[in-house]
T-cell receptor, first 114, second 117 residues
Framework: GENVEQHPSTLSVQEGDSAVIKCTYSDSASNYFPWYKQELGKRPQLIIDIRSNVGEKKDQRIAVTLNKTAKHFSLHITETQPEDSAVYFC?????????????FGKGTKLSVKP | NAGVMQNPRHLVRRRGQEARLRCSPMKGHSHVYWYRQLPEEGLKFMVYLQKENIIDESGMPKERFSAEFPKEGPSILRIQQVVRGDSAAYFCASSPPEGTGALNMAFFGQGTRLTVV
C-alpha cells in the first residue's frame, strides 16, 4: 500500500528564518498532496495543497513544491513566526474514479523561537 | 455552513464497555473518513465510508471495531469491549462528492478523545 515518509520529525528555527519539511510517497498514482497544521489539542487544519499537474504553489509565506519524478514534495515556510509552531503533516492520495483516503506522514514538530 | 461535527469531545469508558463516536460531515459532503491519533503520533487511517457503503476499511482492527454511515444521520465509529490501548483521539474528516466542481479537500472535525480507565 501507499507509504508516506516525512522528515525531519522535529525542527527548531529562529523567528524570521525559513523552515522546510520534506515528504516522499511510494504510489506513483498519487495525484493530490495536502499539508495539515495541528496545534496542540486541536484538529488538523488544511493549510495548502498541490495537485500532480503543477510543480509549485504559493500562498503568502507558505509554498509547496512537487517533484513527480522523484516522488517527493516539500513545504516551505518563510519568515517564520512563533504562531507557526505546531505539528505539520503531509499526506497523499489518489483521487480518481472514487475518492481515496489520505495517507499521512508521521508529522514534523516545528518550534519557532522568538 | 457548519464544519465537521464530532461528539462527544471527550469520552471516558471503563475496560469492557462500548464506545460510540459520532461524526456529522460538512453540509454537501458525502465522504467520511475516520483516523486514530495516539499521543505524540501521526494520523492513522481507519476507514472510509460513503452513504450506506464502506469503501475501504483496511485500517480498521479486525475485531471490536465497526463503522457505519447510514442514509440518515451521522457516521458512527463503534468500539466494543474497549481496552486501555484504545485510548486515543479519533478524528473524522469529510470531503465533497466526485464531480461537484469543489476541490477534493478533506476537512477534519475537532476529534473525540477516548480515555479507557
Amino acid at each position: 500500500g501507499e507509504n508516506v515518509e516525512q522528515h525531519p520529525s522535529t525542527l527548531s528555527v529562529q523567528e524570521g528564518d525559513s523552515a522546510v519539511i520534506k515528504c516522499t510517497y511510494s504510489d506513483s498514482a498519487s495525484n493530490y498532496f495536502p499539508w495539515y497544521k495541528q496545534e496542540l489539542g486541536k484538529r488538523p487544519q488544511l493549510i495548502i495543497d498541490i495537485r500532480s499537474n503543477v510543480g509549485e504553489k504559493k500562498d503568502q509565506r507558505i509554498a509547496v513544491t512537487l517533484n513527480k519524478t522523484a516522488k517527493h514534495f516539500s513545504l516551505h515556510i518563510t519568515e517564520t513566526q512563533p504562531e507557526d509552531s505546531a505539528v505539520y503533516f503531509c499526506a497523499s492520495t489518489f483521487y480518481g474514479g472514487s475518492q481515496g483516503n489520505l495517507i499521512f506522514g508521521k508529522g514534523t514538530k516545528l518550534s519557532v523561537k522568538p | 455552513n457548519a464544519g465537521v461535527m464530532q461528539n462527544p469531545r471527550h469520552l471516558v469508558r471503563r475496560r469492557g464497555q462500548e464506545a460510540r463516536l459520532r461524526c456529522s460531515p460538512m453540509k454537501g459532503h458525502s465522504h467520511v473518513y475516520w483516523y486514530r491519533q495516539l499521543p505524540e503520533e501521526g494520523l492513522k487511517f481507519m476507514v472510509y465510508l460513503q452513504k450506506e457503503n464502506i469503501i475501504d476499511e483496511s485500517g480498521m482492527p479486525k475485531e471490536r471495531f465497526s463503522a457505519e454511515f447510514p442514509k440518515e444521520g451521522p457516521s458512527i465509529l463503534r468500539i466494543q469491549q474497549v481496552v486501555r490501548g484504545d485510548s486515543a483521539a479519533y478524528f473524522c474528516a469529510s470531503s465533497p462528492p466526485e464531480g461537484t466542481g469543489a476541490l477534493n479537500m478533506a476537512f477534519f472535525g475537532q476529534g473525540t478523545r477516548l480515555t479507557v480507565v
